[in-house]
C-alpha cells in the first residue's frame, strides 16, 4: 500500500488512482493452500509454545466431544512434550494441529494434549489424569485413531500404520483407505505396529474399541514445506470413506471368525500403478521401455530395488527431520 501524491497510477488492474488516494495492491490474494497453512499455524501454537511443552499447565488437554454425533476419535497423545520409560521425550510436532483440523472437516471427536505430559510410568493401570479418564469414558462404538509424528528416514514410506494385536474390520477399511489417498505410500505394521503395552492403540483394544495409530514423517507435517495441506486432505477422505462403509463393518477389535484378511499389499501396488500411470501419460513410451515394461524383473532384482530405495532413504539424514529437535523413532519399541 503507497500513498499519492500528484501522480496518477495504473495498478496492474487496470484501475486509476488519482491524487491523494491510497492504492492498496489486491493482486496478490492468499491461495487456498495458504489460508489453510495460516489456520493451522493457529491452531498449532497452543502446542508449539513453551518450546512444545505447550501453552496450558503441565497435563493439560483440549477434548472435543462429537461422539453422540459421530464415532470417530481422533487423538494426538505426543501433541506436546511427554515421556518414555522415565526420560524427557519431544513432541510429536504438528500433531495437535493436524488433529484438530481433520476432525473439525469431518465433525468428529478430537482429543490432544495441550501442557506437558507428566511420567506415568507406561502404566494405564496408575495413571489418572483427564486424558485418560476422556478414553475410558467414550461410548463402546468409539473408532479411535491416534495421529503421531516419526522422523523421515524412519519408513520407506510417508506414512506408517500400526494395527496392534487386534484390528478390527473397521480398522483393516481405514488403512485400505489411507492406501487409496496416499496412492500406495503406506506401510502397515512394519515399524510402528501400535502393539506395544503403553500405546493408546493396545489399551484401548484391550477395552474394546477399534483402535489405530497413524505415523507421519515430518515432511508431510511440516507447515513450512507446504504439505500439511494435502495431509488433512487425504487424511480426512480416508477416514470420510471409511465411516461411510461403516454400516456394513463390525467395530469389534477383533477379525470375523475365519475372515481373511485384507490383502492391503495388494491394494498399495496397485495405488502405486495408477500414481505412475498418471506421470507417465503426458509422454509416449519409448520402445525400449515397452520392450522391458512386458517382462517383470525377478525377485532377487526387485529386492536389489527395495533396498537401494531403503538406502536412499536412510542416508537423506534429513535436513527436515532434526532441524526442529525432533526425536528419530525407528521401532515400534519407540511409539
Known amino acids: 500500500m503507497r500513498r499519492l501524491g500528484t501522480w496518477v497510477a495504473v495498478t496492474m488492474s487496470g484501475v486509476i488512482f488519482l491524487q491523494g488516494c491510497t492504492i492498496s495492491h489486491h493482486g496478490n490474494k492468499q491461495s487456498e493452500s495458504e489460508k489453510q497453512i495460516s489456520e493451522f499455524n493457529k491452531r498449532n501454537a497452543k502446542?508449539?509454545?513453551?518450546?512444545?511443552?505447550?501453552?496450558?499447565?503441565?497435563?493439560?488437554?483440549?477434548?472435543?466431544?462429537?461422539?453422540?454425533?459421530?464415532?470417530?476419535?481422533?487423538?494426538?497423545?505426543?501433541?506436546?512434550?511427554?515421556?518414555?520409560?522415565?526420560?524427557?521425550?519431544?513432541?510429536?510436532?504438528?500433531?495437535?494441529?493436524?488433529?484438530?483440523?481433520?476432525?473439525?472437516?469431518?465433525?468428529?471427536?478430537?482429543?490432544?494434549?495441550?501442557?506437558?505430559?507428566?511420567?506415568?510410568?507406561?502404566?494405564?493401570?496408575?495413571?489418572?489424569?483427564?486424558?485418560?479418564?476422556?478414553?475410558?469414558?467414550?461410548?463402546?462404538?468409539?473408532?479411535?485413531?491416534?495421529?503421531?509424528?516419526?522422523?523421515?528416514?524412519?519408513?520407506?514410506?510417508?506414512?506408517?500404520?500400526?494395527?496392534?494385536?487386534?484390528?478390527?474390520?473397521?480398522?483393516?477399511?481405514?488403512v485400505r483407505r489411507l492406501s487409496e489417498t496416499h496412492h500406495g505410500q503406506v506401510d502397515i505394521d512394519s515399524g510402528f505396529n501400535a502393539q506395544a503395552s503403553y500405546t493408546v492403540t493396545d489399551f484401548m483394544q484391550k477395552r474394546g474399541h477399534s483402535a489405530m495409530q497413524i505415523e507421519m514423517d515430518h515432511a508431510i507435517r511440516d507447515p513450512k514445506q507446504g504439505r500439511t495441506p494435502t495431509t488433512i486432505t487425504r487424511l480426512s477422505t480416508a477416514f470420510q470413506e471409511a465411516l461411510a462403509d461403516l454400516p456394513t463393518l463390525s467395530t469389534k477389535p477383533t477379525r470375523e471368525e475365519n475372515a481373511p484378511e485384507p490383502n492391503i499389499d495388494k491394494v498399495r501396488e496397485s495405488e502405486k500403478k495408477k500414481s505412475s500411470r498418471k506421470k507417465n501419460s503426458t509422454r509416449?513410451?519409448?520402445?525400449?521401455?515397452?520392450?522391458?515394461?512386458?517382462?517383470?524383473?525377478?525377485?532377487?532384482?526387485?529386492?536389489?530395488?527395495?533396498?537401494?530405495?531403503?538406502?536412499?532413504?536412510?542416508?537423506?539424514?534429513?535436513?527436515?527431520?532434526?532441524?526442529?529437535?525432533?526425536?528419530?523413532?525407528?521401532?515400534?519399541?519407540?511409539?
Not at 51 to 75: A, M, Q, Y
Not at 131 to 157: Q, W
Not at 305 to 333: A, C, F, Q, V
Open 47 to 174: 502446542y508449539s509454545a513453551n518450546n512444545n511443552d505447550g501453552s496450558e499447565p503441565d497435563d493439560s488437554i483440549r477434548w472435543v466431544d462429537r461422539t453422540k454425533t459421530s464415532p470417530l476419535v481422533l487423538v494426538a497423545p505426543h501433541a506436546t512434550n511427554h515421556h518414555r520409560r522415565g526420560r524427557p521425550k519431544v513432541a510429536d510436532l504438528y500433531t495437535g494441529g493436524i488433529t484438530e483440523m481433520v476432525a473439525d472437516k469431518l465433525h468428529a471427536s478430537a482429543l490432544t494434549t495441550t501442557g506437558k505430559v507428566s511420567d506415568w510410568h507406561d502404566n494405564w493401570t496408575t495413571r489418572d489424569d483427564k486424558f485418560t479418564r476422556v478414553l475410558k469414558g467414550l461410548p463402546d462404538n468409539a473408532i479411535v485413531v491416534e495421529l503421531h509424528g516419526m522422523d523421515d528416514s524412519s519408513s520407506d514410506e510417508p506414512v506408517s500404520v500400526g494395527t496392534g494385536d487386534c484390528p478390527s474390520p473397521m480398522t483393516d477399511d481405514i
Open 284 to 335: 509416449p513410451k519409448t520402445e525400449a521401455e515397452n520392450s522391458s515394461s512386458k517382462r517383470s524383473a525377478p525377485k532377487s532384482s526387485r529386492r536389489s530395488s527395495d533396498s537401494t530405495k531403503k538406502k536412499s532413504k536412510s542416508s537423506r539424514t534429513s535436513e527436515n527431520s532434526n532441524h526442529d529437535g525432533e526425536p528419530r523413532r525407528r521401532s515400534s519399541d519407540q511409539d
